[in-house]
Nanobody
Framework: QVQLVESGGGLVQVGGSLRLSCTAS????????MGWFRRAPGKEREFVAL????????EYADSVKGRFTISRQDAKNTVYLQMNSLRPEDTAVYFC???????????WGQGTHVTVSS
């Protein structure tokens, strides 16, 4: 079955950087687009970034454009999220997911916590 494990979260100061990783198993990783999402305290889960197969296309939420970069390494079944210039409003649990089709995702992991302190 699809399994996704996120890592790399932690506590960082405003303006700092973190790189999140998501390692996949149970499916042919290179055949799927992958997404990052986040859920801030008291808020709904929101889309952060998407990378399609073969890194053909990357998309970002307006709130992270120019600060976050999504990438993938198919040989390691891993997708990354490089987060720079972090802000307190980036504090959230970050999840990765497999893009099944269009806006449909599955295989949600447990998430990794990111806290940005001011």
């Amino acid at each position: 079955q699809v399994q996704l494990v996120e890592s790399g979260g932690g506590l960082v100061q405003v303006g700092g950087s973190l790189r999140l990783s998501c390692t996949a198993s149970g499916f042919n990783f290179h055949e799927y687009g992958m997404g990052w999402f986040r859920r801030a305290p008291g808020k709904e889960r929101e889309f952060v970034a998407l990378i399609t197969r073969a890194s053909a296309v990357s998309e970002y939420a307006d709130s992270v454009k120019g600060r976050f970069t999504i990438s993938r390494q198919d040989a390691k079944n891993t997708v990354y999220l490089q987060m720079n210039s972090l802000r307190p409003e980036d504090t959230a649990v970050y999840f990765c997911a497999r893009r099944v089709w269009g806006l449909e995702y599955d295989g949600w992991g447990q998430g990794t916590h990111v806290t940005v302190s001011s």
